[in-house]
């Protein structure tokens, strides 16, 4: 390992831009971050001004080199985690974007999914992509732009136009426009790549309306791609080594490089998401296929689910219910409440994410009593995010020949103990939370030191767990609290269409 450099991460996430400065021996550094705004309309809608990441993306950098300006110096390469599913569109000539960033949780391409004509070609799209059709994905976010944004047209006509997620947007912004690609886990959760070929399908892209020539070049993970200096912070340019979506990035920082290791990121939302080797595998309904990253033109495949509120539900407690002040009082809360009390919070606040696939359903808060207070509603809501990851598991345990051992977590809410014992107590499995919360962003920037020769592999091996939780409850109550969850979910589905 090369002694006095550093590797640089960017996190692109729902929320907020980081960047992570880690030493030659992966240690973290240093860290900065800044949030962005949530636009969200009347109809539900949720969008990110690309503009405004840009510069957050530019600020954050700053942050660390304003904070030690010899750092300018000694960066060495760059990798990016970005939030996935999210996608834009922008001319290519300028950069300029055309419209708002769609972001992943809006259900806006619902109607179009829906339509009995493409809802015909639900089988073919999950054999061509691994994925359930639904309007998660970007594909029937990019209809919804071609459809109700006529500046696509017209740049499309022109050859001036880019539509890619934020990878490729961060990528051609940082390269001023020389560079425009994206990499196979980003790509393989558009809904329009050929899962087995990497490569964008015709098929698919005619159906969702896509121009094709907009679409970015699919590159390796790790492959270079271009170079930047950060707007003239650094003072030579750097390659930009790694790219990979933010759960994937996640798995691959956690060292989960073998089949049957599995990781859950508890963010807004989770992925909960299992490496099954160099093949794709077949699956049941509510799990998909995605690749987790091709490095050096072999590809690793994944099992994933993904829950649209996670940790975001917290979020949702304090912001929108204003029943909490700070994240870090729910645990309190959670604990106090009543043991008898069994409300179900179903956190569906713009659909629900897989196992069940449903964009129309909306949340609801089931089995109110009059032991039911903010206690207890606290509670139910953090419940919900373990009750989803374990549906999850529960699936991927049924689809895979591999026994799950154990599961590696990451995210904020990792720091919230009820929550990991809960979840410990329901998936019956040990928890192992790392002393890096930031594992997106450590695995891009691992990925790409690694690619330039500044860390060995081995440094996927070593051990930065910190904590680990032990399943504790008894089997027959916790089986009746699932039995009781999935009654609430089924009860929301059946009223909430």
Same mark, same amino acid.
């Given at each position: 390992m090369?002694?006095?450099v550093y590797?640089?991460?960017?996190?692109?996430?729902?929320?907020?831009?980081?960047?992570?400065?880690?030493d030659?021996?992966?240690?973290?550094?240093?860290?900065?971050?800044?949030?962005h705004?949530q636009?969200?309309?009347e109809?539900g809608?949720v969008?990110h001004d690309?503009?405004e990441i840009?510069?957050?993306?530019?600020g954050v950098?700053?942050?660390?080199?304003?904070?030690?300006?010899?750092?300018?110096e000694?960066i060495?390469?760059?990798?990016?985690?970005?939030?996935?599913?999210?996608?834009g569109?922008?001319r290519k000539?300028?950069?300029?974007?055309?419209?708002?960033?769609?972001v992943?949780?809006?259900?806006?391409g619902a109607?179009?999914v829906?339509r009995?004509?493409?809802?015909s070609?639900?089988?073919?799209?999950?054999?061509?992509t691994g994925?359930e059709?639904?309007?998660?994905f970007?594909?029937?976010k990019?209809t919804?732009l071609?459809?109700n944004?006529?500046?696509?047209?017209?740049c499309?006509?022109?050859?001036?136009?880019?539509?890619g997620?934020? #990878?490729?947007?961060?990528?051609?912004?940082?390269?001023h426009?020389?560079?425009?690609a994206?990499e196979?886990s980003?790509?393989?959760r558009?809904?329009l790549?050929?899962?087995?070929?990497?490569?964008?399908?015709?098929?698919?892209?005619?159906l969702f309306?896509?121009?094709l020539?907009?679409?970015?070049?699919i590159?390796?993970s790790?492959?270079e791609?271009?170079?930047t200096d950060f707007?003239?912070l650094?003072?030579h340019?750097?390659?930009?080594?790694a790219a990979?979506?933010?759960?994937?990035?996640a798995?691959?920082?956690?060292?989960?490089?073998k089949?049957?290791?599995?990781k859950?990121?508890?963010?807004t939302g989770s992925s909960i998401m299992?490496n099954?080797?160099?093949?794709?595998?077949s699956?049941e309904k509510?799990i998909v296929?995605?690749?987790?990253w091709r490095?050096?033109?072999?590809?690793?495949?994944?099992?994933?689910?993904?829950?649209?509120y996670s940790?975001g539900?917290?979020?949702?407690l304090? #912001?929108?219910?204003?029943?909490?002040?700070d994240?870090?009082?729910?645990?309190?809360?959670a604990?106090?409440?009543?043991?008898?009390?069994?409300?179900?919070?179903?956190?569906?606040l713009s659909g629900?994410?897989?196992p069940?696939f449903?964009g129309?359903v909306?949340?609801s808060?089931l089995g109110?009593?009059?032991?039911t207070g903010?206690?207890?509603?606290?509670?139910?809501?953090?419940d919900s995010i373990?009750?989803?990851?374990?549906?999850?598991?529960t699936?991927i345990r049924?689809?895979?020949?591999v026994?799950?051992t154990?599961l590696c977590v990451d995210g904020?809410?990792?720091?919230?103990?009820?929550?990991m014992?809960?979840?410990? #107590?329901l998936?019956?499995l040990p928890?192992?939370?790392p002393?890096?919360?930031e594992?997106?962003?450590?695995?891009?920037?691992?990925m790409?030191?690694?690619?330039?020769?500044?860390?060995?592999?081995?440094?996927?091996?070593?051990d930065?767990?910190?904590?680990?939780?032990?399943?504790?409850?008894d089997?027959?109550?916790?089986?009746?609290?699932?039995?009781g969850w999935?009654?609430?979910?089924n009860?929301?589905?059946?009223?909430?269409?």
């Amino acid at each position: 390992m090369t002694k006095d450099v550093y590797v640089l991460g960017i996190d692109q996430s729902t929320q907020g831009t980081k960047a992570l400065l880690f030493d030659a021996q992966g240690k973290l550094v240093d860290k900065a971050t800044l949030p962005h705004r949530q636009i969200i309309n009347e109809l539900g809608y949720v969008e990110h001004d690309l503009n405004e990441i840009a510069a957050n993306v530019i600020g954050v950098v700053k942050a660390l080199i304003d904070r030690d300006p010899k750092r300018s110096e000694k960066i060495a390469t760059v990798g990016l985690s970005v939030q996935r599913e999210t996608v834009g569109a922008w001319r290519k000539s300028t950069l300029e974007p055309l419209y708002n960033a769609i972001v992943w949780q809006c259900a806006r391409g619902a109607e179009f999914v829906s339509r009995p004509e493409v809802k015909s070609k639900a089988d073919i799209i999950r054999q061509i992509t691994g994925l359930e059709l639904s309007e998660y994905f970007s594909a029937a976010k990019i209809t919804w732009l071609v459809d109700n944004v006529p500046a696509l047209k017209e740049c499309a006509d022109k050859k001036d136009l880019c539509i890619g997620n934020m #990878d490729s947007f961060l990528i051609s912004f940082l390269t001023h426009g020389k560079k425009f690609a994206t990499e196979p886990s980003n790509a393989s959760r558009t809904q329009l790549m050929d899962l087995k070929k990497i490569c964008w399908s015709e098929e698919l892209c005619s159906l969702f309306k896509v121009p094709l020539d907009a679409l970015p070049e699919i590159k390796d993970s790790d492959s270079e791609f271009g170079l930047t200096d950060f707007n003239g912070l650094l003072k030579h340019q750097i390659p930009i080594h790694a790219a990979i979506g933010d759960s994937q990035g996640a798995l691959f920082g956690h060292g989960c490089s073998k089949p049957g290791q599995v990781k859950t990121t508890y963010g807004t939302g989770s992925s909960i998401m299992m490496n099954i080797g160099s093949a794709v595998s077949s699956c049941e309904k509510g799990i998909v296929n995605s690749v987790g990253w091709r490095r050096r033109g072999s590809t690793t495949y994944v099992l994933e689910g993904n829950i649209n509120y996670s940790a975001g539900i917290i979020s949702y407690l304090k #912001d929108d219910m204003q029943l909490i002040s700070d994240p870090k009082e729910t645990e309190e809360l959670a604990r106090a409440a009543n043991p008898n009390d069994r409300c179900y919070f179903v956190p569906a606040l713009s659909g629900l994410g897989a196992p069940y696939f449903n964009g129309n359903v909306r949340g609801s808060i089931l089995g109110i009593s009059r032991l039911t207070g903010k206690n207890e509603i606290v509670r139910a809501a953090l419940d919900s995010i373990a009750y989803q990851v374990n549906d999850i598991i529960t699936l991927i345990r049924r689809s895979s020949d591999v026994e799950v051992t154990q599961l590696c977590v990451d995210g904020g809410a990792t720091s919230n103990k009820y929550l990991m014992q809960f979840q410990a #107590d329901l998936l019956r499995l040990p928890l192992k939370v790392p002393a890096v919360a930031e594992l997106s962003g450590m695995g891009a920037a691992f990925m790409a030191a690694i690619a330039q020769g500044i860390y060995s592999e081995n440094i996927l091996s070593e051990d930065r767990f910190e904590n680990s939780y032990i399943p504790k409850a008894d089997k027959n109550e916790i089986d009746a609290k699932v039995e009781g969850w999935h009654k609430a979910i089924n009860s929301t589905i059946g009223y909430g269409i």
